[in-house]
């Protein structure tokens, strides 16, 4: 018997090795995918500013990447990486967590009529137009930023649009075509005194597809990410659940960057410092049961789904639509500290899809 059994089991083990290695099993929340997809889109005939009823009913309802993108990964088990705490440090470990009211964004039919514009800074590593950019397209800060300022009252769109107030700044904007999932962004878009539309830089991303920026393009973020997956939106905290990760901003970042990113922003080297791209995640034990509702909903995503690199700014800065029905969570969030992330890698053996 023993002389039988043996052979057989070392067939199985040359079989066994014979075998590739299965990949790590690394996948987004099915309960997620399951709501957004029983949800019906609502028919888009007209732009739609962020700041609705409507759009929170289209934005529900719309997939933003497939399921195994890396904005949607569940990373709430990802090991910690081996320099953790001095990245954290780099940063600034007793700095608090930030947000800012900052990107707001445009939801148009898929009928909009596309224009050309002006490019002044980045035209090599922009997409190519025409862009489907309507008239009511909004600027970074708009609304919030100008209807919570005393000094700022009275201020329109129209002139935040041509800059009337010379804030200058990244002026990024974002139009969302929800029916055809394609992203649109602009790094410092201005109307001119024309009327006509320029911007430094224009990249636009296909919402059904996991394909990156060309290696070592920008887009309207330094790292070359989108900024629209990352918003903490008002429909979510609603919900319950920022389901997605989101965006960060650091002071200081490397030479560096690592996937999702594409572009690098710094000419420091020193290995303490994050990459592009480098993935930070609410620590498990933080507990965040005292926070508001809405807080609660943002904490609860960066310990599922953690938080880019995706510019130099504020340290620890997140970006949270400019919505006035998101109440202010200014003192809430900060709160926490740099000490109560760390950063996350991928389990060994992972290769994401290109």
């Not at 041509?162 to 200058?168: A, C, T």
Request: charged content about 25%.
């Amino acid at each position: 018997m023993r002389l039988l059994v043996i052979p057989a089991l070392l067939a199985g083990v040359v079989a066994a090795a014979a075998q590739p290695p299965k990949k790590p099993v690394v996948s987004g929340d099915p309960a997620r995918l399951e709501r957004i997809r029983a949800a019906k889109m609502p028919t888009i005939d007209r732009p739609v500013s962020f700041d609705t009823p409507e759009a929170d009913a289209i934005l529900s309802a719309l997939e933003v990447f497939p399921p195994d993108n890396p904005w949607n990964l569940v990373v709430e088990d990802w090991p910690v990486h081996p320099n953790s705490q001095k990245i954290v440090a780099s940063v600034g470990a007793g700095k608090p967590l930030r947000y800012n009211p900052d990107m707001g964004f445009v939801l148009v039919p898929p009928d909009q009529m596309k224009i050309d514009l002006k490019l002044v800074s980045y035209p090599d590593e922009s997409d190519k137009g025409p862009y489907p950019l309507p008239p009511s397209v909004p600027i970074e800060g708009w609304p919030v930023n100008y209807t919570r300022n005393p000094k700022l009252k009275g201020t329109t769109l129209d002139d935040v649009q041509r800059d009337k107030l010379n804030e200058n700044g990244d002026r990024h904007a974002i139009v969302v075509d929800p029916t055809n999932r394609m992203l649109y962004e602009f790094y410092q878009l201005k109307k001119t005194g024309t009327g006509d539309w320029q911007a430094a830089c224009a990249a636009i991303f296909d919402l059904k597809s996991n394909k990156l920026r060309p290696d070592g393009w920008t887009s309207s973020d330094a790292a070359g990410l989108p900024i629209f997956p990352a918003v903490v939106r008002y429909d979510e905290l609603k919900r319950g659940m920022v389901d997605h990760a989101m965006r960060v901003t650091v002071v200081k970042t490397r030479r560096a960057y690592v996937h999702p990113a594409t572009h690098f922003a710094s000419r420091q080297t020193d290995e303490n410092l994050p990459r592009m791209g480098e993935r930070f995640r609410l620590r498990q034990d933080v507990d965040v049961s005292k926070f508001s509702p809405e807080a609660q909903a943002i904490l609860k995503g960066l310990k599922k789904y953690g938080m880019f690199v995706a510019d130099n700014g504020i340290d620890w800065a997140i970006s949270c639509a400019p919505d006035p029905r998101i109440p202010v969570l200014h003192e809430e969030l900060r709160t926490l500290k740099g000490s109560d992330f760390e950063v996350v890698i991928p389990p060994a053996g992972y290769r994401p899809e290109k």
